[in-house]
């Protein structure tokens, strides 16, 4: 994997792109991004958590919204707050070499935040999302990153048994919606790229 090819074609594509070593750096430079007194809105993403990246944000004062905190019969009102809030940051299930974010939602709060109402977005990406081509970025989405989700949220699915897909159509299942961002919208102000040397999330 080329390090420098990915900071190269997601600039092209008018992402904001930075690259460091370890987690830890990313996430310092993710909350130097935001100013006191904005809002955050954020999925349930591993990778978020493990780096404290919430928790820092609402230590200094500002308001997060995660449905991940809150009960199931709040959910929707989060997801509403976290669509409109000043900033949105999330991880992407891949990125292709080319530049391009792969997610896949269930309930498609991230994804919708992601493509309209949010104007600025932060995605943090460890090395291990990174795909070489579009169709391997789907392929790790689905048969990576899908099964062990599914496995965290004690989901009744083939793939959190097996830890591979079987294109199912359970009531359980959370691949309802698949994204693949090109280039920022017209609507969205700023988008960075955090990419990290080291294995985030899944
Ligand atoms: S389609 Fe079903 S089996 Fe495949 S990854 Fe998604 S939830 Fe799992």
């Not at 420098?4 to 430079?29: D, H, V």
């Not at 591993?46 to 449905?67: D, F, P």
């Amino acid at each position: 994997m080329d390090t420098q090819k990915l900071l190269k074609n997601l600039k092209t594509r008018g992402f904001i792109p930075a690259y460091f070593e370890s987690g830890k750096e990313a996430a310092a430079y993710v909350c130097s991004l935001i100013a006191d007194g904005e809002s955050v809105g954020s999925g349930g993403s591993v990778t978020i958590t493990s780096l404290g990246i919430l928790q820092t944000l609402v230590e200094r004062g500002n308001k997060v919204y995660s449905h991940s905190t809150v009960p199931e019969s709040e959910r929707s009102v989060v997801y509403q707050k976290a669509g409109s809030a000043d900033w949105y940051i999330t991880s992407a299930n891949a990125v292709t070499e080319g530049g391009e974010l792969v997610n896949i939602d269930g309930a498609a709060n991230r994804v919708s935040a992601l493509c309209f109402g949010v104007k600025k977005i932060i995605y943090i990406i460890g090395k291990n999302k990174i795909a070489p081509t579009l169709e391997a970025a789907i392929y790790r989405a689905k048969n990576v990153a899908t099964p062990l989700n599914a496995k965290r949220l004690n989901k009744k699915t083939p793939c959190a048994v097996t830890g591979r897909c079987h294109d199912c159509n359970s009531p359980d299942c959370i691949c309802n919606v698949t994204t693949i961002t090109h280039h920022p919208t017209k609507y969205q102000t700023e988008v960075h790229v955090v990419i990290a040397g080291e294995d985030l999330g899944y």
